[in-house]
Nanobody
Framework: QVQLVESGGGLAQAGESLRLSCAAS????????MGWYRQPPGKQRELVAG???????NYADSVKGRFTISRDNAKNTVYLQMNSLKPEDTAVYYC???????????????WGQGTQVTVSS
């Protein structure tokens, strides 16, 4: 059974930093693409940043230059370093991971339970 457990959310003031972690387990051959999404109050869930198994990254325009995504394949863990936080970064942040088969194919799309990030001005 695949599980994604997020940690590191909380309250920050504008300009401060937070680091999110997501530990994934239950996929014998690890995970392919991993990423972070967020859902601001009253809005739809959106991609924040993604990272391939090989380390290629992509970011939403709104976080480029401020957020950095990274991963440790040995630990099946993905991180999101969030710097220069803004009130508009306030949202529930969700970890996402694609399970990996023995042949490197995607086998399933998994989500964490979400962690709240609140940025005050």
């Amino acid at each position: 059974q695949v599980q994604l457990v997020e940690s590191g959310g909380g309250l920050a003031q504008a300009g401060e930093s937070l680091r999110l972690s997501c530990a994934a387990s239950g996929s014998f051959f690890g995970f392919n693409d991993m990423g972070w999404y967020r859902q601001p109050p009253g809005k739809q869930r959106e991609l924040v940043a993604g990272i391939t198994r090989g380390g290629s990254t992509n970011y939403a325009d709104s976080v480029k230059g401020r957020f950095t995504i990274s991963r440790d394949n040995a630990k099946n863990t993905v991180y999101l370093q969030m710097n220069s936080l803004k009130p508009e970064d306030t949202a529930v942040y969700y970890c996402n991971a694609q399970g990996r088969s023995a042949f490197g194919l995607n086998i399933g799309d998994y989500w964490g339970q979400g962690t709240q990030v609140t940025v005050s001005s």
